[in-house]
């Protein structure tokens, strides 16, 4: 390339900016007396003028090939005004009707061009953006139309145009969806400005006052823009839309830069690489100059990439404020080489050398931003723009000193008052001492006067900051009362704004900090409940779906969220400050929910460690007994597991965590496991729920029965019943609970020799109360869909409807099949397994396409690109309608016709997905060997060819795809695949970058990410492999790292022995080491176990008596407050005396026999525990009331008599008590050493006493 390349590059660029018949007067202008580049310029405009709408690539301008393809056909050439466009890929996903409607071309830029389009999904028009169809195979420029997309849409900002939608066409290109933008550039305002220089004083200073406002707004955007690590490299007053109602707006960031990559990732000569192309700016790209010559900074000029900063965009600030006070721009000349090398020297006349009616402040200011030397430059933008305001404001600037005639004049015209006496002295001086003395006493009532007024003025300030003190103290509160009712109401999320938007109305103020950091406080623990219960949710809805290494990935989340690990008594140190009684309570079951369900997939993780992620066999467990002696696969699971017990059971015991905490005891080889018959009856509702679930998998899974079998009888779906029945009886409100209840019902109906529809009513029933619960979520909507299906089916062949009812109510539910599975359809975002009931639902009511389209649809959005760490007892897809699917399509497929060759092809996705790859294959191959077989075809033997690792086969095969649909996924990912496979890494990051834009769920797109990862990892390109990552696991938290770190684990190992020394080794070691330290699926990090050896407070709940009932308090019969031998005592919940809080435990004696209420809680074996009481008494007989352990040993005993609230205190070894199975010494104490301790409160004797605030604490374990 010679040395001019790079000015003929640019100004070939810009001037496809201009109509041809512009070319002429701007050839004149940029070449000068350079004949010679004047011809060059003039041959390439002239070829591409030629060239028409062809290709770039077919252009002169690098000269056609023999084999250069013909060009994709631009989407919106050749339609009609009412032409329907906007793909798939765009925001939601499929639609029958596509979003955008286009209805004219608005304009046309060099790169770029914008078409006006009707929005149907926003009811509005909006601006497409596309590449020009010549420059559509151009790489480069296609980067940078996607930098610019990705840049725009990152910055949400008044001053940057929205953009709504990214999407690409059928031919692959890319186009972007933002704003209708009306008005002119702000290079157009400023060439009106000064063509009317001569015209009415007043108006024309009106306009340049407007002017700079504008340009304030611009450096306002544009420190945005900073703040969020964009540079934008190319401001110049053409890049800046004036609005007709005010609005300011910076376009064109197809240059801009990314400070999060090194200038060596995003800013050498590989710019094709970094998305650094702006689809509508005039860049000088090659020989390392990125900008438009007329507004570059030294910097850019001299192509030194590695000083451009943000002070590079300060330059260009000053470059577009030297244009508005100047009216042309900073930097003209005949010649570009001259031009740029006067600004690599820093010439510049100023803007007042130009027109001398420029105020010397902004010039002052000017010059400060377009300093040769960056440090020299103002810091930010928003300091430039403080200047300009403060000019704006008649006030100094901070780079100039007025002189003294402006500073006076300032003076006057903000002193007006005080300059008048200034006039008085004057006169005093010329009339004389009798006449002075008149004037001064005059002067002396005036001072007085002012005086006056300034203490008014002043009193005035302090009332008006009083009442502003007042309004904020007002709102503020008002939010904070608002956010209290929200959270009365459990709507946390809501609470969390209120608190928001009240903690930010005060941040400002001095005066109301205590109020600031009080409600800032509450606001940070609403925050940790609203992510506990987000976490939550989506752990418990992976857990459905039997995804458990994301399930655990958000459980970890959540729980971390409440900070709980550290601590032995979590259940009283929750955020729950802020909630009632009632929400506290719910919230620490909530929790040891979310426990019992991590201690599961922690056990079953184990086992996956131990045994692979296939569906669990028989030989495959005799094989692991055999292999787990010998590896130590799945021990950081069982360790995990281990610690969620402790934390389980310290808590509360139960059979579910005895079982668990067999299986990871047995993993380590330190006890037996325990079978289901050998467990007790549950001890609460997460326990039910538990024991439910295993006994459902027994259930389904024979294979399964070899570790969990015979609980509560042989039938194990009948236990699964019965434990759910009790855990939704406990707690009637839990979604999950009713779901399971709902779906053991409908498979205990199907699995009747003679089933009725009638049998189905019940589960349906049972979903009702899912759909009641939480009717925004979509599984219980998705299960009801197949539960009315299934009766559909039955009701038809029900004998006691004639054929017209049986078939009409057939067709009723059917109907309500398909409108259930439509919701859940719409509900599901990013959940695509969705798709298998809903297309079961199309096809039930005879829409076959599109059924067909869903289960297509479902097979290869759930299909996982990468290996992940799930596995599931159960295939759940197949339970919820993807083993039906795979019936239909295969007696579909048996039949020949025109769609057999579809039908094929559908049923081998359906068989890849079920993993049963053989089956794929057969049935991929039988479709691709008759007449125009589907694309789809190729795709599946493709990928099972690539799991077999037949490269050469499986890339014939992703190319065939490609040829025909360019966005197939399976195929553009798969391709990327095959070039890593064959090392080749830079094509393999291409694919990986293209197949991230065509993925669909965030499972595909993370996979992508971690792609390309990989390949920027072994090409050296840290950073970029470090945002890729970042990427990945901010759409995938669950995303396996290891695949990124093993080949680069085995890259550094080969660096090692070859290069020792040299820095690339060094640096790959770096990178290792920080990957190491991120957190991943296969790396469980929780704290040591606890060894309870601290004080804490023991899980005596209710101890105040705030829940409204005797909850928690009962005789081991069950009766809140047992009375024997006569006794006719009466214990109440009170709220007319409390020691503290609002309500106390009433106990009114009775001198006959006795009554008695005592909870049970786990407490370590061997360790004291000390027991806290307030009491207030009212005639009380002597030892009337005690507090006992459950064997009688008396705790307290209260004295008789009356006196007011005391604190009552004693102690007890736990051993000393009896469980609720009567034995003296209750359980005997666990694997860790916890034993169900008794406390109980007896009456036997008159009076009354108030009980509240009753505590148990462990004392600190004392050494031998």
Not at 1189 to 1211: A, C, L, R
Request: glycine share 6%.
């Amino acid at each position: 390339m010679s040395k001019q390349q790079p000015l003929i590059d640019n100004l070939f660029l810009e001037a496809l900016e201009l109509p041809a018949s512009q070319w002429s007067e701007f050839l004149e202008t940029r070449c000068g007396g350079d004949a010679g580049l004047r011809q060059k310029l003039q041959s390439l405009l002239e070829a591409d003028l030629a060239a028409g709408g062809d290709d770039f690539l077919n252009s002169a301008f690098l000269g056609k090939t023999a084999d250069t393809p013909d060009p994709p056909a631009d989407p919106s050439d050749d339609l009609p005004a009412d032409s329907l466009v906007g793909q798939s890929s765009v925001a939601n996903g499929t639609t029958s009707e596509p979003r955008f409607q286009i209805l004219s071309k608005h304009e046309e830029g060099g790169l770029g061009e914008v078409l006006l389009a009707y929005d149907r999904q926003l009811r509005r028009e909006v601006a497409v953006k596309q590449i020009r169809p010549k420059w559509q195979s151009h790489d480069e420029a296609r980067q940078r139309f996607i930098q610019e997309a990705e840049v725009t849409g990152r910055l949400e900002h008044p001053g940057v145009v929205p953009v709504y939608a990214m999407g690409t066409w059928n031919d692959g290109r890319e186009y972007y969806a933002m704003r209708f933008i009306e008005g002119d550039t702000l290079s157009e305002v400023i060439d009106r400005y000064h063509s009317t220089r001569d015209s009415d004083p007043v108006e024309h200073q009106r306009q340049f006052r407007n002017l700079l406002n504008r340009f304030v707004d611009v450096c306002n955007t544009i420190d945005y823009a900073h703040s969020k690590k964009v540079l934008h490299r190319d401001i110049k007053p053409s890049n800046v839309m004036v609005g007709p109602y005010g609005e300011t707006l910076v376009l064109d960031w197809g240059l801009a830069k990314l400070l999060d990559l090194s200038n060596e990732e995003s800013m050498t000569a590989d710019l094709l690489d970094h998305r650094s192309f702006g689809s509508g700016s005039t860049p000088t790209q090659a020989g390392g100059r990125i900008g438009t010559p007329q507004y570059m900074s030294p910097e850019q000029a001299g192509g030194k990439l590695d000083e451009i900063s943000v002070r590079t965009d300060i330059y260009l600030l000053g470059a577009m404020l030297y244009q508005i006070l100047s009216g042309q721009p900073p930097h003209n000349d005949e010649s570009i080489s001259k031009l740029l090398d006067r600004i690599s020297r820093g010439k510049l006349a100023p803007p007042r050398q130009v027109l001398a009616s420029v105020p010397r402040a902004l010039n002052a200011i000017c010059m400060k931003a377009m300093k040769k030397k960056p440090a020299q430059r103002y810091a930010s933008a928003a300091a430039l723009a403080a200047d300009v305001e403060s000019w704006l404001a008649d006030e100094p600037v901070a780079v100039h000193r007025d002189s003294v005639a402006v500073r006076t004049t300032r003076w006057f015209r903000r002193h007006r008052t005080i300059a008048a006496s200034g006039a008085v002295a004057a006169v005093l001086l010329t009339v004389g001492s009798i006449a002075g003395s008149l004037f001064w006493n005059i002067q002396q009532t005036r001072q007085v006067k002012l005086e006056a007024e300034k203490r008014q003025r002043d009193f005035q300030i302090k009332t008006q900051q009083e009442q502003h003190v007042l309004e904020l103290t007002t709102m503020a509160r008002a939010s904070a009362n608002l956010a209290q009712t929200e959270l009365q109401a459990s709507r946390f999320s809501s609470a969390l704004g209120f608190l928001k938007s009240a903690v930010n109305s005060l941040k400002d103020e001095p005066e109301l900090k205590a109020e600031h950091d009080r409600l800032a406080s509450k606001m940070h623990r609403v925050d940790q409940l609203v992510a506990f219960h987000r976490h939550s949710d989506v752990h418990e809805r992976l857990n459905v779906m039997s995804r458990d290494t994301k399930a655990i990935t958000a459980c970890i989340a959540g729980l971390n969220a409440l900070g709980i690990w550290g601590i032995d008594d979590w259940w009283f140190r929750l955020p729950d400050q802020d909630l009632s009684a009632q929400q506290k309570d719910e919230l620490r079951w909530d929790v040891y929910q979310q426990l019992m369900l991590l201690d599961a997939m922690l056990v079953k993780m184990s086992g996956i460690r131990l045994l692979g992620s296939e569906q669990i066999a028989r030989t495959k467990l005799i094989r692991g007994a055999r292999r787990f002696l010998s590896t130590d696969a799945g021990k950081r699971e069982a360790a995990a597991a281990r610690v969620v017990s402790d934390r389980l059971e310290s808590f509360r015991l139960a059979e579910a965590v005895r079982w668990y905490r067999s299986m990871a005891d047995f993993r380590f080889g330190d006890a037996r496991r325990i079978q289901g018959h050998q467990l007790g009856m549950t001890r609460n509702a997460s326990d039910a729920q538990s024991l439910g679930v295993l006994s459902m998998i027994s259930a389904l899974d024979p294979n399964f029965g070899i570790l969990f079998r015979d609980y509560q009888g042989d039938d194990a779906m009948v236990a699964a019943h019965d434990l759910f029945n009790r855990s939704a009886t406990l707690r009637p409100d839990h979604y999950w609970t009713q779901l399971s209840l709902a779906q053991v019902e409908y498979f205990l109906a199907q699995r009747k020799d003679e089933p009725s529809w009638r049998d189905i009513e019940v589960a349906v029933q049972a979903i009702g109360r899912c759909i009641a619960i939480h009717p925004e979520k979509s599984f219980a909507y998705a299960d009801r869909s197949s539960a009315y299906r299934e009766q559909a089916r039955l009701i038809s062949k029900d004998d006691s409807f004639d054929q017209a009812e049986s078939t009409r109510r057939a067709n009723e539910l059917r109907k309500w099949s398909l409108a259930d599975a439509e919701l859940a359809s719409r509900l599901a975002v990013n959940q695509p397994r969705v798709g298998w009931q809903y297309g079961l639902a199309l096809y039930e009511v005879g829409q076959n396409e599109e059924a067909f389209k869903q289960f297509l649809n479902a097979s290869k959005l759930t299909f996982p690109l990468i290996d992940i760490q799930d596995a599931a007892f159960l295939l759940v897809d197949d339970l919820r309608g993807r083993s039906e699917v795979r019936d239909i399509l295969q007696k579909l497929a048996a039949k020949t016709g025109p769609q057999q060759g579809k039908l094929l092809a559908f049923l081998a996705s359906v068989c890849m997905n079920q993993n049963a790859f053989d089956k794929a294959m057969e049935n991929a191959e039988a479709a691709i060997i008759l007449p125009n077989p589907p694309a789809h075809a190729f795709a599946v033997r493709g990928m099972v060819h690539l799991l077999r690792e037949e490269l050469a086969k499986a890339r014939k095969d992703f190319e065939h795809v490609i040829a025909t649909e360019s966005d197939h996924d399976w195929a553009v990912y798969g391709l990327a695949r095959c070039d890593e496979s064959a090392e080749r890494y830079t094509e393999a990051r291409d694919g990986y970058r293209r197949a991230q834009w065509i993925a669909k769920t965030n499972d595909h797109r993370a996979a992508c990410f971690l792609g390309q990862a990989r390949m920027s990892g072994l090409l050296s390109r840290f950073a970029e492999a470090n945002d890729a990552i970042t990427k990945a696991r901010e759409l995938e938290p669950a995303c396996d790292l290891m695949t990124v770190i093993k080949p680069l684990v085995s890259h550094y190992s080969n660096l090692r022995k070859e290069q020792p020394d040299a820095e690339s080794t060094k640096t790959m070691k770096e990178f290792l080491l920080s990957l190491s330290q991120l957190p991943r699926v296969t790396k469980i990090e929780f704290p040591a176990k606890r060894s309870l050896d601290q004080k804490y407070r023991a899980p005596v709940f209710n101890g105040d008596f705030e829940l409204d009932s005797m909850r928690y308090w009962s005789d081991v019969t069950g009766a809140s407050w047992l009375c024997q031998d006569g006794n006719e005592s009466v214990a109440e919940i009170v709220n007319a005396e409390s020691y503290e809080g609002d309500q106390s435990l009433l106990i009114q004696g009775h001198q006959l026999g006795t009554a008695k209420t005592g909870q049970a809680f786990p407490v370590p074996l061997g360790r004291r525990c000390r027991v806290s009481v307030w009491a207030r008494a009212r005639e009380l007989a002597d030892k009337a009331v005690v507090l006992s352990t459950g064997n009688g040993t008396v705790v307290i005993e209260f004295p008789g008599g009356s006196y007011g609230w005391t604190q009552f205190q004693g102690k007890f070894f736990p051993g000393d008590a009896k469980g609720d199975s009567g034995n003296p010494n209750g359980d005997s104490g666990n694997a860790n050493g916890l034993t169900r301790q008794r406390l109980e409160i007896v009456t036997s004797g008159n009076g009354r006493v108030w009980l509240d605030d009753l505590r148990v604490f462990v004392e600190e374990k004392q050494e031998n």
